[in-house]
């Protein structure tokens, strides 16, 4: 039998390289619900091709265009927030793979895991604000949290048939746009400078997070609430070149690593495939185009975000919730070119140091967190 996929964010840079997946394997997988935030038009395209059964516009505002682009086929238009969740509940799907970006990815996570829907996780904010309220969802459900984040992947492929328990996460680490760059001169980086990343292609708001190191330490976070490690057996190293995607320490001393080339359709493929590998037409890997691979210490001066992050993984509570919700604020105001790229981790400090906290939140409790922390954001950034 297929499996038949709900993706959510079929627009993004995930969202396409699943339909590569989805295009490669047309006896596995059925696509039956697309969704995009406000690119109706690639949304509509991307819906006849696969033939799904619905797509969701989360953007209102643009619904009555997707519904023109999508009259005279059988694809059913739907629009809004809760039109999100209720496709990733949708009782026909099988799997939800969450491309989303941001704090809009939680809810619908919630959502396919009520429905007991296998997740197929991209959006890492989902865990990074509400680890502690979805993966007891989860565990509860008995639904299966898949990542798609190559170290998660990575730490996964690592685990699987291994009995005992590990010494500690290696979460490796590109360096992003500025690895090269000296701390001094980080102060006048530009917006086109930090889209800049030396290996991967991404969506724009998780390549700046790349460049602050925000993303590795929401990766530090998100590896704690998949494989319920402590922060302080979580660690991160340096490793410019982007093969080994992540690595496992085990008790006896050994280490496991999961590497290749920095391709996401690999650990895209092996979420959506677990247990099972799929197969694919991929050139086998050169270890002669990769003769040297390098491990080094992060600067936690030049990258203070790192140890924001592993902070607030110590905190727990809302902590998480108020950084993502500080980071994705400031993080749109620099792309926007209403901040420089210093003010993005100093706005995350002050929003952390004002916010209120909780220390077990419900739902609302970080939507409420959410909220104040955009709030705060907003202000000290005067926008
Ligand atoms: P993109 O920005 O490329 O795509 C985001 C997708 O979500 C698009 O389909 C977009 O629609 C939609 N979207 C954006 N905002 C909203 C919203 N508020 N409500 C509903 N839908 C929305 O992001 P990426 O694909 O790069 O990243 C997706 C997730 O995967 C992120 O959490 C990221 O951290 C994670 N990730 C990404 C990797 C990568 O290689 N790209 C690697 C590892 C993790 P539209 O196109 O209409 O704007
Ligand atoms: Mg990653």
Known sequence: ????????????????????IVRENPDLFEIRTLSAHSNWEELA?????????????????????????????SVKAYAGEEALRQVAGESQNDVVVNALVGYAGLRPTEAAILAGKKVALANKETLVAGGCRIMPLAAARKVPIVPIDSEHSAILQCLVGEQSPVRRLIITCSGGAFRDRPREELEHATVEEALRHPQWRMGAKITIDSATLVNKGFEVIEAHWLFGIPADRIAVVLHPQSIVHSMVEFRDGAIKAQLGEADMRTPIAYALGFPRRLEREVAPFSFADHPTLTFAE??????????????????????????????EVAVAA???HRCGYPAIVRCIEQVLSR????????????????REARQLAAEYLNL
Do not use: W
């Open 334 to 336: 620099f792309l926007g």
């Open 45 to 73: 395209r991307q819906a006849v091709a696969f033939d799904a059964d619905s797509a969701v516009i989360a953007d209102e505002r643009h619904y009555d265009a997707l519904r023109r682009a999508l009259d005279g086929t």
């Open 298 to 327: 992060v600067d936690r001066v030049k990258y203070p975000a790192l140890d924001i992050a592993y902070d607030c993984l110590r905190r727990g509570g809302t902590a998480g919730c108020t950084m993502n919700g500080a980071n």
């Open 1 to 20: 039998m297929k499996q038949r996929i709900a993706l959510l964010g079929s627009t993004g840079s995930i969202g396409r390289q699943t339909l590569d």
């Open 355 to 370: 916010a209120s906290f909780s220390a077990n939140p419900s739902f609302d409790d970080l939507a409420a967190a959410d």
